[in-house]
């Protein structure tokens, strides 16, 4: 975006490249010039690129609103001042409140048929029809209870920010005993530097077979290109299971065998908050369709 300088003060602004007439020398200057120029060209006829100062929040928890672009002759700047205003507090409470009861009913939606099925016909829910949606009402409560605590806006807004896990993938070799431990269900990878909730991917990897590409055999237990939760952690070892502590079940998976290939790697996918742990149907968990 820039601003045209004409007289001391600012006499049009461009938000994109456009073609104009310079209104004191009457040049005419094509849509492209403005990006061919060079900066001495354009200070030459005073134009000058807008730069912005402050910031603006996440729509959602702020209003957000941009000043006029403001001309300083000394500094030879040309600036928009954008800033935010914290929305109500007590309604954004109300509405998030709403918003995970919505969320936690449509995600249990596709059960209610069991729990009609037991009501009408005695029908038992499967064990694991219950533990999804005993699942979905423990985190909806979790995150009503935490939403009613929120004392200020950065305690809402923290509700549903993920944190950040590790920068880079690890690399384990899936196919040594040393690094899979059957007996304790723990993956060993010295200093792994992984948090506990943390949501990794694993892949088994890749080997060539008759020319092609193809996965290879996974750790026993483990399904390649799917996401786990990080457990019980140890500066040097992990266990993983298929939910995270907020959706109350969380187990460590078993792990029954080695896998293929000595590069299996667990890549960071940040640690889920709270207001981000409704779990999912097909979950492996709980492996409803």
């Not at 907020?246 to 667990?266: N, R």
Request: glycine letters at 8%.
């Amino acid at each position: 975006m820039w601003a045209l300088i004409v007289d001391g003060s600012i006499n049009r602004t461009f938000k994109v490249p456009t073609a104009f007439k310079h209104p004191t020398t009457g040049n005419q200057y094509p849509r492209n010039w403005i990006t061919l120029a060079s900066n001495s060209e354009k200070a030459a006829i005073g134009l000058i690129e807008i730069t912005y100062s402050g910031s603006h929040g996440v729509s959602e928890y702020y209003i957000n609103a941009e000043s006029s672009p403001v001309y300083n002759a000394s500094a030879g700047t040309v600036v928009i001042t954008r800033s935010k205003t914290a929305r109500d507090l007590t309604t954004l409470k109300a509405n998030k409140t709403s918003e995970i009861e919505t969320s936690a009913n449509a995600s249990m939606s596709t059960t209610d048929w069991y729990v009609t099925r037991k009501s009408e016909t005695s029908t038992a829910i499967p064990s694991n029809v219950t533990a999804y949606r005993t699942a979905c009402r423990l985190v909806c409560n979790s995150v009503k209870t935490a939403i009613g605590s929120a004392s200020d806006l950065a305690g809402l807004i923290a509700i549903y920010t993920n944190a950040d896990g590790i920068d880079s993938p690890i690399s384990v070799d899936g196919s040594s005993t040393s690094v899979v431990n059957t007996t304790s269900n723990t993956i060993t990878k010295s200093s792994h530097g992984l948090s506990n909730d943390e949501m990794i991917t694993y892949s088994s990897g890749v080997k060539t077979v008759d020319g092609e590409e193809v996965p290879n055999d996974p750790i026993a237990g483990l399904v390649t290109n799917t996401n786990y939760y990080v457990i019980g952690k140890t500066v040097n070892t992990f266990k993983l299971s298929h939910t995270n502590s907020h959706m109350g079940d969380a187990a460590a998976i078993s792990l029954t065998g080695v896998g293929e290939g000595t590069a299996h790697t667990f890549t960071s996918n940040g640690i889920p908050s709270l207001g981000n742990s409704i779990p999912r149907p097909s979950n492996l968990a709980y492996g409803i369709e």
